[in-house]
């Protein structure tokens, strides 16, 4: 089941992505703020429904435990959030989801791993195919950025590239913790995980909306349909993720963290995206090593 629960987190945060993509208005302010508070909003909501329908018992002090793992998350998540106002997600996406295979590395220095020879290729494969799309994007959209009067700052332009890099050293880290949490050491339930994350989540989120507050800035719903969404495939992915990561983390982590690629096949299919040749290449790429990592666990 592990790798089930790897491809269906896949799918819902590809979907997320989508949705990022369509409710990324540069012209609307606060709008990571805005964002990650619908997230954590949705996700409490999960967490609580959560706790009802299944009878889960939960110890506040799960919150605690699960903490570094949470703020590793949530501070990446945020960051993601700030730096589509700097860069387009078809750029940020593929840089941040690298942090799958940095994940996988990690785990197989530190714990010393030895997986079936495929598993390489596929890690390589996903990991030239992520990357290769980051570049073909950067060159594509360098010169229209050239003429993007919020990218010709210089410290803009650091922080259209630093933000994403950022999100992925975090979001590794998180994972990497993630796998020792529900996988090497078993330190938390999978239940127990989840809800920490969202009422973490949660937290941060009633913390925005003061911020908000205190700036007399309004969230209105019907204005961040698109970012609602999202959300919601986020939180839904969270669900399908923490289940992943307690089988074989090592390969769940190159899984789940290629869902830029079918962001990049969404977005062509309902946004009417263009893809170059070199981008159907480097996405059939990511798919030959996605099905042999989905083959060596069946």
């Given at each position: 089941m592990t790798m089930v629960y790897s491809l269906l987190t896949f799918i819902m945060w590809g979907?997320?992505?989508?949705?990022?993509?369509?409710?990324?208005?540069?012209?609307?302010k606060y709008n990571d703020i805005k964002t990650g508070i619908l997230v954590g909003v949705v996700m409490g909501v999960h967490a609580i429904l959560y706790m009802a329908i299944n009878q889960v018992s939960f110890d506040i002090m799960e919150v605690v435990k699960y903490l570094p793992v949470s703020l590793c998350y949530i501070l990446s998540m945020v960051i993601g959030y700030k730096g589509l106002k700097y860069i387009e997600l078809s750029i940020a996406s593929p840089v941040q989801n690298t942090s799958g295979v940095i994940t996988s590395i990690l785990l197989l220095i530190f714990f010393k791993e030895v997986l079936p020879w495929p598993a390489?290729?596929?890690f390589v494969l996903i990991f030239c195919a992520i990357f290769y799309i980051c570049m073909l994007e950067r060159k594509e959209n360098k010169e229209e950025r050239k003429f993007d009067v919020s990218l010709k700052n210089k410290n803009v332009k650091i922080l259209a590239i630093t933000l994403p890099i950022l999100y992925c050293i975090f979001d590794g880290l998180g994972t990497f913790l993630d796998s020792i949490y529900l996988d090497k050491f078993e330190i938390i339930s999978e239940d127990?995980?989840?809800i920490a994350y969202e009422f973490s989540f949660l937290i941060f989120a009633l913390i925005a909306m003061i911020f908000l507050n205190h700036k007399k800035e309004k969230l209105i719903i019907s204005n961040n349909k698109e970012k609602l969404e999202a959300a919601i495939f986020e939180t839904a992915g969270q669900f399908f993720y923490v289940f992943a990561m307690s089988g074989n983390s090592t390969i769940s982590a190159s899984i789940v963290g290629s869902y830029c690629i079918l962001s990049l096949i969404l977005s062509r299919i309902f946004l009417k995206e263009k893809l170059s040749i070199k981008k159907y290449i480097a996405i059939a790429m990511a798919i030959v090593g996605l099905i042999i990592l989905l083959v060596l666990d069946v």
């Open positions: 979907i997320a992505d989508l949705f990022y993509k369509k409710g990324n208005t540069k012209e609307e390489y290729v596929a127990s995980a989840l």
